[in-house]
């Protein structure tokens, strides 16, 4: 696709309640990334991928957050047993190259994650 | 861990006036990326321009140029000629590479401006 496409551009879930985001990046992109953007804040870096393999997940809050890009291209990203800190903005980015600082990344409109 | 700081929650700018944000980093690294992005309500974010750190000249896009100052660890951005379209959160970003993929963002300023 021309962009990098994230759905649902909001969701709002119960306490307690899983949810799963979704990314659909660049076709042929190589780099992919997640970040968790707070109310008032710059997005935090959760998880890489290179192709399908998940080279970093250190940013990742806790074990209820997972993240998956089992063909190398669609993502997506899971949080079980939500909790209202999870609230946020949920950014993906793609790059056609590994060293996606270079060649530049592109951001997606993300996902607004309301807990209730 | 790098940290990047941003002083200014908020600034405002006349139309067609130049305005400079502040941005200041911490490193361990001797060579980095600096870069500003610019966020929208849309919240898509747009990169605006980049600074690599072995590079002494600061970069220039069009109205947008940085000033770099190395030693000082400082990366400020100024847009000249303020469009009403240069409102946004503007944030500041720092990667290193050492071992890491990761873009480490300051907490951002909101730009308006006024007409």
């Known amino acids: 696709g021309a962009g990098v496409s994230q759905s649902p551009r909001y969701k709002v879930a119960k306490r307690g309640q899983d949810v799963a985001l979704r990314c659909d990046p660049i076709?042929?992109?190589?780099?992919l990334f997640w970040y968790q953007q707070a109310l008032g804040q710059g997005p935090e870096f959760l998880t890489y991928f290179q192709n399908e393999a998940q080279l970093d997940k250190s940013g990742l809050p806790s074990d209820r957050f997972f993240a998956e890009r089992p063909e190398g291209s669609v993502s997506t990203l899971k949080i079980q047993r939500t909790q209202q800190e999870d609230s946020a903005v949920y950014l993906c980015a793609s790059s056609p190259a590994a060293s996606g600082h270079i060649v530049g990344y592109t951001f997606g409109s993300g996902t607004r994650l309301t807990v209730v | 861990a790098q940290t990047v700081t941003q002083s200014q929650p908020e600034m405002s700018v006349q139309e067609a006036e130049t305005v400079t944000l502040s941005c200041t980093y911490d490193?361990?690294?001797?060579?980095?990326?600096l870069f500003w992005y610019k966020q929208p309500p849309s919240r898509q974010m747009i990169l605006v321009i980049r600074?690599?750190?072995?590079?002494?000249q600061n970069a220039t896009e069009n109205r947008f140029s940085v000033n770099f100052q190395k030693a000082a660890k400082s990366f400020s951005l100024k847009i000249s000629d303020s469009q009403l379209g240069d409102t946004a959160m503007y944030f500041c970003?720092?990667?290193?590479?050492?071992?890491?993929?990761?873009?480490?963002f300051g907490k951002g300023t909101k730009l308006s401006v006024i007409p």
């Open positions: 970003a720092f990667f290193s590479g050492a071992g890491s993929y990761q873009l480490t």
């Open positions: 600074q690599e750190a072995y590079k002494q």
């Open positions: 076709s042929g992109h190589v780099s």
């Open positions: 490193t361990s690294e001797s060579n980095y990326y």
